[in-house]
């Protein structure tokens, strides 16, 4: 689906070379780029609706009459806050990429309204082994340190996550499940009596299922309705799911609902090949998931070796953290400088903020039962 993007800046060098950038990259985009507040006025006047504006504040400030006609408008700023709170910002020194991905995120989030406001951010990859879940464990933590309540969604056949979240209760989720069939109505409830809180972490969670059985018998139905459930409740702004890298009706139901899919690669020919071939076999669904759906390069070492054929550029590249390998002491997936710099650039491409001190949530669901470790 073509997109018409209109740029505003003053800077003609820099309006051009972010023309010609989306050009390349982004072939569903059809991109206008003005300089001048009167060529930017005529374009506004003009029939025909704008997707994305993103444009400097002194250009959008002496035509914000005729912003209505821009279905998402966005400033491009040098420093937080010169849009004093009139349009979400985006920052100009970043690079292209996370400009590019802050730009998919607002797009996405145009005219979507979760139940309750809560979202949904997927981690995926189509293969094995690429990191998945320390990704998603580090968005949870850095998530939850910017005041953000969430519930991490643990969704693979084999889980080992139980070094990092203590012994729990490894029959919860399917009991909630169970519950959410036959007495949908009392679904808090039975949330109440299954999650646990884990502090450091800063999220709540349930208990991961011992047996893999418990996964594959996860209907695209079933999934729908327990995050629908979990949304509902108003308690969370995310939830973080952790899937395998299956290719089950379920997995394709699951990032059809996400609000954010992090598909993640690493420079490996094995992973691009499963890669290529699995957006190959998805291609119908990719394309209705474009809009919030970012390639991210994890385990990345220097230049990478293998050609990148991925239809979008890599929105980040997570460092390779050479001390993961050894899980002597698990809370060590938390603590990498680069690697926590690396995903709070991607939090703040997605608009991320913090939350207002006033707004915080000051006890989840899981302040009711304390979690081991």
Known sequence: MTRKIVLAFPNRDYAARLAEYFRETEPEWETAAFTHEAA???RLQEAGGIDFLLGSPQLLRPVEALLKGASCVAALVENPGEAA????ELNVFQSLPSLTAGMRALLSDRG?????????LTVFSASGGVGKTSVALNMVRQAGERGLRTFYLNLETLNATSRLFGTGEPDSLSRLLYGLQTEPDRFMERLEQSVRHQ???????VDAPDHPGERTAMTPELLAELVGAVRNTGRYDWIVADPDSGISDWHRKLLSLSDRIVWLVTDDWQCMEKTERLLAYWRNEVSEWSGHLLFVRNKGQGSPANRWNLP???AAVMPYISDWKGMEQPGKLLGAAAFCGA???????WGWERRRKEDKFDGSLGSIRRGAG
């Open 112 to 120: 979507k309204a979760e139940p309750g406001g809560c979202r949904l």
């Open 312 to 314: 979008s550029p890599a």
């Open 85 to 88: 709170g009139a349009w979400p």
């Open 199 to 205: 502090p450091y972490m800063r999220t709540d969670f």
């Open 40 to 42: 930017l006025r005529l």
């Open 343 to 349: 995903v709070d650039g991607l939090l703040d491409a």
